[in-house]
């Protein structure tokens, strides 16, 4: 615990890893899962429903916007590389040759 620094000796402190003397609490062991813990797929469903109601989607044009700049940059690096390929492919023939 010596090696921790204050942010985040603080940080553990606040999830409750730590107690105020700094020293670890001792964690409780988890129990197993059964059978009869697991969710079905109707609820699974519908929780992944519900919690893709709570995600910020992006708005067309910003979707566009970064699709354009992912595919510039994709179409910058792409040659680049396919320059230094073929630059080191005459070099090779040039240095074998």
């Given at each position: 615990m010596d090696d921790l620094?204050?942010?985040q000796k603080r940080s553990?402190?606040?999830m409750g890893a730590l107690n105020d003397q700094?020293?670890?609490t001792r964690a409780q062991p988890q129990a197993r899962r059964t059978a009869s813990d697991r969710v079905g797929p109707v609820l699974y469903l519908r929780?992944?429903?519900d919690e893709m109601r709570k995600?910020?989607?992006p708005k067309w044009p910003e979707v566009r916007r970064f699709s354009l700049i992912v595919l510039?940059?994709?179409v910058i690096y792409t040659a680049f590389v396919?320059?230094?390929d073929s630059l080191f492919g005459v070099l090779s023939t040039w240095l074998y040759d």
């Open positions: 620094n204050r942010e553990l402190k606040r700094g020293q670890p929780e992944v429903r995600v910020a989607w510039v940059t994709v396919g320059g230094l």
